[in-house]
C-alpha cells in the first residue's frame, strides 16, 4: 500500500505543518510507502510537512522554499493617536509582556526580543527537521536556509526534493516503491467550500 499526497500551499501554521508531518510518519511506521508531490507552490509550511515521506518529488514548475518562520503584527497606534483613539484595554501580569503583540501600543525593544527569541527557536527547529529528513549533512547547498524560493531544478539540485515529474510518473514511482503485485489506485479529494469557489474565480 502507498500513499501519494499532492501539496499545493503557501505554507500556513507551524503546528499544522508538524501534525501532518506527524500523520505521514505514522504512515509510514504502519509499512506504507509515501511520496509527496508538489504542485504550483509547495512551501516554508508545505517543506516542513512534505519531509517525512519517503520521497519528495516535484512539479517541473514547481516553485518552493520559503523555508523561514515569521510573526506577522501589524501596529496602528499612531493612526490612533491622529484620530484621537486611546486604547484602554486592562490586563494583569507580572510585566507589560502580556501587550507584547497589540497593535494599538508600540512595540518596545524588550518585547522585539522576546518574540525574536521564539522565531529563532522554531526557526531552527525547522531547519533541523528538514536536515535530519532529507539527510543534508556538511557540505551540502544551504541556499534553501535563507527563506528564498527555490525553482524544481534548485531545490532537487538543494536536497529538498528527490526527482521532477508528472503526476503520472509519481504514481508509477510509489508503485514500485510498494510491496504488492496488484494495485487499485483510489483518490481522496476535499470538496471545496461555496466562499473555495468565489475565492477562485
Known amino acids: 500500500v502507498g500513499v501519494l499526497l499532492s501539496l499545493d500551499t503557501p505554507g500556513g ?3 499544522d505543518a508538524d501534525l501532518i508531518h506527524q500523520k505521514l510518519l505514522q504512515l509510514r ?3 506504507k510507502r509515501v ?3 508538489m504542485g504550483d507552490l509547495c512551501a516554508s509550511g508545505g517543506i516542513y510537512a512534505a519531509v517525512a515521506a519517503d520521497q519528495v518529488w516535484a512539479h517541473p514548475t514547481t516553485l518552493t522554499g520559503s523555508v523561514g518562520v515569521i510573526i506577522q503584527n501589524l501596529n496602528v497606534h499612531r493612526l490612533l493617536d491622529k484620530y484621537g483613539i486611546q ?3 486592562v490586563f494583569a501580569a507580572s510585566d507589560g509582556n502580556k501587550t507584547l ?3 494599538t501600543r508600540p512595540m518596545n525593544p524588550e518585547h522585539r ?3 525574536q527569541e521564539v522565531v529563532n527557536e522554531m526557526y531552527v527547529r525547522f531547519v533541523d527537521l ?3 529528513r532529507r539527510k543534508l549533512g556538511e557540505g551540502t547547498d544551504a541556499r534553501w536556509r535563507d527563506g528564498r524560493l527555490l525553482t524544481a531544478a534548485t531545490a532537487k539540485e538543494a536536497g529538498l526534493v528527490d526527482g521532477i515529474g508528472y503526476h503520472e510518473e509519481v504514481l508509477r514511482k510509489l ?3 510498494s510491496p504488492g503485485s496488484v494495485y487499485n489506485v483510489v483518490r481522496y479529494e476535499t470538496m471545496p467550500s461555496f466562499l473555495g469557489l468565489l475565492a477562485a474565480k
Open 113 to 115: 526580543a522576546l518574540l
Open 29 to 31: 511506521r504502519a509499512n
Open 87 to 89: 486604547d484602554q484595554s
Open 130 to 132: 528538514v536536515v535530519e
Open 175 to 177: 508503485k514500485a516503491m
Open 35 to 37: 511520496i509527496v508531490h
Open 101 to 103: 503583540m497589540s497593535p
Open 13 to 15: 501554521s507551524v503546528t
